[in-house]
């Protein structure tokens, strides 16, 4: 097998340092060792495109990167990673790089749910890659899970909570029983909606991604305009307590349905079961509820917003495409990397929390005992209760003394420490039977 | 730029005719035209190997192909699919397929818990290729989004329901407050739980799993053998009472972890908060839980067994893997068949249901003429309820005329006749007025 020819280093153009841009730049900065030893080659940032030379930017990130002229950044990068949002100048400044056969990943819903198809094509053609998994709930792996996880199944139908700005509105609306307009300016206020709401409420930016998530999941090509909408201004306080009366939650949500002869793609208040995954979705989050024919039901949940978040998405998107630059086909890009990579370590090293169930002395100074064990292991008590039950009356008539059931939940610590709190409690004259010992996570 | 030259036909090789099997050969045989469209070539299913030619096999499946020389069938496949279980021969066939550059899909999570990482380097040695997505939480995409989207994020953990029947089990004893023994002889009864249920209730099965997506997660490579086990015999009602009244629910989790100096593996029954999205994963489901430095907190969720279930995730390995054959690296082989696709309908030809408030007069006969609005149409309704509300009191003062309000949910139906409803309503003389039409979802 002849080896391809890697190369030295990937040239990485960044159109846009605002809210998703800026952590872009900042982790192909501050980690780059992690990205050329993912890739297989360095990536190095030539050039950050912007509107305005003369605002604050990321402390982390060389200033002479700025740069005003777009174009020229784009002219010879082998990845050009657009974040400027809008419709042009990104469109063509993405065909130009496509043109070249680079590597493009953005952001860009509304470019993608007008374009997409064209510029997909666009790259094909030249050999080049268009990704987008940003462009849709953020951080949260949908389009690629689509495209190739479910490359072998039919998909009946997407359904999403796919803006956070009207699932947090709705949510409290829901939960407060508050009035639309009262809520909306809480979002404003708390930086969860925009000053101007508009594309967020009337449903455009979920439409967006409905016909981006389409054209994944049934193949083809889908637009913005061609997906019924309708916002959630309309939605009363009286809607939400009607839908609550009958065990419903209202929802906007974007649904993508095959149908046998083609696809309806809709964006509008939704009323979901309060026992259905997507009702539990809450605030700013977002969720995609998958129905495939042999997979079944699957949800993919996380922030669908967010500088970091989003950053997170686009890089995925990088370091896989560049991977693929670097290995060629020859040998699988996705193994790349698979030998390095941390030790195994044993238990006694994690750090956890745990619930802690006792019998003890029903005696003063017993509890006072107890929490000493646990201070000299510097393990902190988030909780103590205590509490008699019918099982300890019947030991203890038996035993012919009196004790009391004490619950201990610790905060996080070393297990090692956790261990020796529990070896010690075995052995106190107080602890007449350690109950039950049960690792806490999630909190 | 130089055509790669396509291959006329794929041969595809399977290992295996069982639960998982079976449904590959079936659905490999009645969907061919679709693997066809997708790959950009036709998948040829060479044979099947089995234990045994007498055991009643899927009726769409072609008999001829089943055979018992599991080495022949492999010599000259481009594709092995491995859903035999077990380490040998399972291991020695697929090492000899990668030692031939073959591309390689398996739903062994036994033998990827133990020879993982060496079988990956053999196949990027030749030039083929290895994938698992079925071997951990079934159709769940998850494997490819830790490996790819994920790829440019640091993953500090990864937390998982990861075996069904130990999940089933724990959330019959916390809903009903039964016994261990007791539900596990349910769970057997339905088939949820194998007449042998070591391997599921000891945590052994989620050990596999974590083993393999820590390998994924933090890069490296981990054995079933680094990860520390605790199974659910132990958990008693009482337990399960107990974390009740803290507000936490036991489940069983697999748990890979990211320290300073390498990562701890572990599986045991760990109290999680009712909040918590893993909380509410209920019955036979599974979900995995990340958490990335920049992505936060991602969910996994969908059913974590079947034959069905599991061939869809089988299947999206092989239709992508085949994608790059046929493709190479010239052309990005995701994009294949991204113009074909269904068009776009109007939302007049969705099929949904919707939940009506109408004000209408307090008459009788009133509810049976709103109800023969809906029968004209052929929309069947699911439930209807009515009752005066405060607002109504105020309206009908006003009016000086008595009204009620009425709450229609219909069952699903063509828009086209929910709307041809709705404006007959509007038009009747005993509708005052018609409150509020929202769309429901989910049921
Ligand atoms: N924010 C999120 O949470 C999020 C989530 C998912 C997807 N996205 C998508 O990601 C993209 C970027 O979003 P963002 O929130 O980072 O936007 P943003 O904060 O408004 O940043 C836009 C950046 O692009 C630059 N820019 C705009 N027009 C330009 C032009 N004509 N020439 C040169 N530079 C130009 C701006 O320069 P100045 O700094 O000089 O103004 C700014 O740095 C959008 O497509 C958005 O839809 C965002
Ligand atoms: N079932 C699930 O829900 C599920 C989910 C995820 C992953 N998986 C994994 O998928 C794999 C297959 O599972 P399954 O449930 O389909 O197993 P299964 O029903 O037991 O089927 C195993 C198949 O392999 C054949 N086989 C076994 N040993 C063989 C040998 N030495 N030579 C030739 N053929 C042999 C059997 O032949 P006979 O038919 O003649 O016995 C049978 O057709 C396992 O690795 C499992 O862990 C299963």
Do not use: W
Request: with cysteine; hydrophobic share 50%.
């Amino acid at each position: 097998m002849t080896q391809p020819t890697i190369p030295t280093a990937l040239s990485v153009a960044l159109l846009g340092g605002g809210t998703v841009g800026s952590q872009v730049a900042r982790l192909l900065t501050e980690d780059a060792d992690l990205f050329a030893e993912r890739v297989g080659a360095p990536l190095h940032l030539t050039g950050i495109a912007v509107r305005s030379l003369d605002r604050p930017r990321q402390a982390a990130v060389d200033p002479a990167l700025y740069t005003t002229d777009a174009e020229a950044l784009v002219e010879d990068a082998d990845i050009v990673v657009e974040l400027m949002g809008g419709i042009e100048p990104a469109r063509s400044l993405i065909e130009r790089a496509l043109r070249r056969g680079a590597v493009v990943v953005t952001g860009n819903k509304a470019l993608l749910a007008r374009h997409g198809a064209q510029l997909s094509a666009l790259a094909a053609e030249h050999g080049g890659s268009l990704d987008g998994e940003a462009a849709v709930a953020a951080a949260i792996p949908i389009l690629r899970p689509l495209r190739d996880s479910l490359a072998g199944d039919r998909v009946h139908r997407v359904m999403g909570i796919l803006n956070g700005t009207t699932n947090f509105i709705l949510d409290r609306m829901d939960t407060d029983g508050a009035a639309y307009d009262e809520v909306l300016a809480e979002a404003q206020r708390l930086g969860y909606a925009e000053a101007d709401p508009t594309a967020d409420v009337q449903g455009h930016d979920a439409a967006a991604k409905v016909a981006i998530l389409a054209g994944l999941a049934f193949g083809g090509s889908f637009t913005i305009d061609q997906v019924d909408c309708t916002g959630i201004a309309a939605i009363t306080a009286q809607d939400s307590a009607a839908a609550a009366e009958a065990g419903l939650v209202v929802k906007l949500l974007g649904i993508a349905e095959r149908q046998v002869d083609g696809a309806v793609l809709r964006v509008h208040p939704t009323l979901v079961p309060r026992e259905h995954p997507l009702a539990a979705v809450r605030g700013a989050f977002n969720a995609v509820f998958v129905e495939a024919e042999n997979a079944g039901e699957l949800m993919f949940y996380g922030p669908g917003a967010g500088g970091r978040e989003t950053a997170s998405a686009v890089l995925g998107d990088v370091v896989t495409a560049a991977r693929h630059r670097v290995l060629g086909s020859a040998m699988r890009a996705d193994r790349a990397g698979a030998t390095a990579g941390p030790p195994a370590l044993p238990i006694t090293q994690a750090s956890t929390s745990e619930m802690i169930v006792l019998r003890v002395c029903d005696a003063p100074g017993v509890l006072r005992d107890v929490a000493a064990v646990f201070a000299e292991h510097d393990v902190s008590i988030e909780a103590m209760r205590q509490g008699p039950d019918a099982s300890d009356d019947a030991v203890a008539e038996a035993e012919g003394r009196s004790s009391v059931r004490l619950r201990v939940i610790t905060h996080r610590a070393p297990q090692a420490a956790l261990d020796a709190v529990v070896a010690d409690l075995s052995a106190a004259e107080s602890v007449y039977e350690v109950v039950s010992v049960l690792r806490v996570e999630g909190k």
